[in-house]
Antibody, heavy 116, light 107 residues
Framework: EVQLVESGGGLVQPGRSLKLSCAAS????????MAWVRQAPKKGLEWVAT????????YYPDSVKGRFTISRDNAKSSLYLQMNSLKSEDTATYYC?????????WGQGVMVTVSS | DIQMTQSPASLSASLEEIVTITCQAS??????LSWYQQKPGKSPQLLIH???SLADGVPSRFSGSRSGTQYSLKINRLQVEDTGIYYC?????????FGGGTKLELK
């Protein structure tokens, strides 16, 4: 059974950093692109980052480029999102997702609140 | 950036009714379009990939279609468990973009 379990969320002050993790199981992690998607409270979905199978290629929207870094450890079947210079508008539930073009499996999400 | 215009924003329908949700892409995205269902407090679930292909385990009353740059999700014979918010996603080119969502309720 495919499982994606996010962790690392919480309350953080504006300008500070936070690192999210996603533990994958039930599939060969190294064979798949992976992504982070977020959802602000009562809002729609927003793509945040994607990483290639080896980690050599990463993709970001302008809203987080230069502040967020996606990475992976294939030996540990783990995906990460390093978030720096956090802003109040980064407050959201963050989901990791497996990519096959579309996103076929999603984690349960982890909440990040940016507030002083 | 590719814009995905989803309509309607909300929809109220009766049991067993046929429901259609559409997404209009701002440019050609081929079949790089997927549909997701999200229930309150839950993560999104893939319904349709490649514009018209049913994801594993999804009931056959769901179907996807494409006409040019307009994409549709159709639900035949609406069931209680189909309530939720539906999103389309284009993954033709970065930045990958979602439609604004359609909130589907039972009348």
């Amino acid at each position: 059974e495919v499982q994606l379990v996010e962790s690392g969320g919480g309350l953080v002050q504006p300008g500070r950093s936070l690192k999210l993790s996603c533990a994958a199981s039930g599939f060969t992690f190294s064979n798949y692109y992976m992504a982070w998607v977020r959802q602000a409270p009562k809002k729609g979905l927003e793509w945040v980052a994607t990483i290639s199978t080896s980690g050599s290629r990463t993709y970001y929207p302008d809203s987080v480029k230069g502040r967020f870094t996606i990475s992976r450890d294939n030996a540990k079947s783990s995906l990460y999102l390093q978030m720096n210079s956090l802003k109040s508008e980064d407050t959201a539930t963050y989901y990791c997702a497996r990519s096959t073009g579309s996103w076929d499996y999603w984690g349960q999400g982890v909440m990040v609140t940016v507030s002083s | 950036d590719i814009q995905m215009t989803q309509s309607p924003a909300s929809l109220s329908a009766s049991l067993e009714e046929i429901v259609t949700i559409t997404c209009q892409a701002s440019q050609d995205i081929g079949n790089y379009l997927s549909w997701y269902q999200q229930k309150p407090g839950k993560s999104p679930q893939l319904l349709i990939h490649s514009a018209t292909s049913l994801a594993d385990g999804v009931p056959s009353r769901f179907s996807g279609s494409r006409s040019g740059t307009q994409y549709s999700l159709k639900i035949n014979r609406l069931q209680v468990e189909d309530t939720g918010i539906y999103y389309c996603l284009q993954h033709y080119s970065a930045p990958w973009t979602f439609g604004g969502g359609t909130k589907l309720e039972l009348k």
